[in-house]
């Protein structure tokens, strides 16, 4: 049975990638792991590589052009001459379906399933289990822009033809592309929230020097070991570590800690995996090697996706209020700033569809505190 090997995503800002490099010829042979083709981004280059062995029956990509995330680049087959699936009748075609059926979704699969209306058994899997880029496959095979469910009545989007002044339009860039979706996921389905409250930072700066003189580092630890703090509110207070499907709270398996890092004009956010369940030495040794990562634009996309809540922080800009945008599926964006040396704010963005304000406080209060 032939193998698609799709456009991977990144990170989690960009919905496009441009391919840059194709190391594989129709009718070629191929072994896993081999790297079959390179993509990139304005932030990095990633290798793809194959999946399984076997023979390039097609292409569906070429250099320089931009490539939509989940599609299709390459089919391998088991013989050289094996047909090449007819996507467009996979796409809709019990048979194709059936390829799938005893694929068990994955968390971020089964989000995208409930966001487009349909079932695991409607989509074709690329491997072991069904995964987030199928889903996004058969959408995008599909020429689907489902209305995302439990999307508010809006007005309509503004085009060039509609505008009283004369201009022109100007293609987004990659990360723009990926703030404009992250913009429309809060838009779309969260019903946003915000609340802050101002806290004493000494008991917090303490706490940073003394972890920084027994464990050393160059670069204070105070953020990262808030981060640490609040995976560990959201292990033993999984509602905030949720998000809403079908009238139902969704609550996560592991707490995947999103943290921002700002470099130039790419806003990324980076992801532990799994942080609730680490000390917190550990996510501070991981948020710093993210943050080196993503100042010299390298991070894998594994590192940039996945968030289940977040955490933010305009200190060092010094501003009064910080209101960040929900990353998609997560009900509580954490933000942190600095009126002065000793006062601090700590505010949170949240779905109240899933969290009520006397939630957020709460987390907000003990936050506070090291």
Not at 185 to 192: G, I, L, N
Not at 316 to 331: F, N
């Amino acid at each position: 049975m032939a193998v698609a090997i799709n456009v991977p995503r990144v990170n989690n800002n960009d919905d496009e990638v441009k391919l840059v490099q194709l190391n594989v010829a129709v009718g070629q042979r191929v072994e896993v792991g081999e790297i079959v083709a390179e993509v990139e981004t304005d932030k990095a280059v990633v290798e793809i590589e194959a999946p399984a062995a076997g023979y390039v029956l097609a292409l569906r990509g070429e250099i320089d052009t931009q490539l939509r995330v989940g599609s299709v680049l390459i089919w391998l087959g088991e013989t050289a001459e094996e047909a090449v699936p007819d996507e467009g009748a996979a796409a809709v075609s019990g048979d194709a379906a059936a390829a799938g059926a005893e694929a068990a979704p994955t968390a971020k699969a089964l989000l995208l399933l409930r966001r487009h209306g349909l079932h695991a058994d409607q989509v074709p899997t690329a491997g072991a289990r069904l995964t987030a880029a199928d889903v996004e496959a058969y959408v995008a095979r599909r020429g689907s822009s489902a209305a995302p469910a439990g999307g508010r009545g809006r007005a309509p989007e503004a085009s060039a033809s509609s505008m009283a002044v004369a201009g022109s339009v100007q293609a987004l860039a990659s990360h723009e592309r990926g703030m404009l979706a992250t913009v429309s996921w809060q838009r779309d389905h969260a019903v946003p929230g915000y609340i802050e409250i101002e806290y004493d930072q000494a008991p917090w700066a303490s706490a940073a020097k003394q972890f920084q003189s027994e464990r050393g580092g160059l670069l204070s630890p105070l953020l990262p070991l808030m981060a640490a703090k609040l995976a560990r509110l959201a292990r033993d207070n999984p509602k905030i570590n949720a998000t809403l499907v079908e009238q139902g709270r969704y609550e996560f398996g592991q707490v995947n800690l999103g943290f921002t890092v700002q470099v130039g004009e790419v806003l990324y956010l980076t992801v532990v995996e799994d942080a609730a369940q680490k000390e917190a030495a550990q996510v501070v040794t991981e948020l710093v090697e993210l943050q080196r990562l993503a100042n010299a634009h390298k991070l894998s996309p594994q590192q940039c996706t996945g968030a289940t809540l977040g955490f933010s922080s305009m200190a060092r800009w010094k501003v009064g209020r910080h209101i960040p945008v929900l990353s998609p599926y997560t009900s509580l964006m954490v933000a942190h700033t600095a009126v002065d040396d000793e006062r601090g704010v700590l505010g949170a963005t949240y779905d109240h569809r899933v969290l009520t304000g006397a939630d957020v406080v709460k987390v907000l209060k003990l936050l506070s505190k090291p």
